[in-house]
């Protein structure tokens, strides 16, 4: 995975706010094209384990990321509230009946 002469470095970024289908197709576009980003865990926190020979993220890019993640997720909401309208919580009524004496 390394280039000629420059070492792989791996590294963790926090997963909150993050979607995985988002950092997965924009790592190559901030990291290099040698990039690659997995679910991982640290500390009990859960993340993102990025490895790559290229430039780490910058906090202005996990900014983008996040923000293009809230942009996917929100996307998707819409879409699966049009597809599915029953996938909404909504009130269910419950037959009630009198108490038996």
Known sequence: ???QGQP???YFVPGYGISRVV???QIRYYCGPDAIVRPFQHQGRDGF???TSGPSLTKEQIEDIKQASYDYET??????TEEADWYLNKPVYLLQRG???
């Open 8 to 10: 792989a470095n791996s």
């Open 75 to 80: 996307t998707q909401a819409v879409n699966r």
């Open 99 to 101: 108490r038996r004496q």
């Open 49 to 51: 384990l990025v490895t």
């Open 23 to 25: 950092i997965q197709s």
């Open 1 to 3: 995975m390394a280039t």
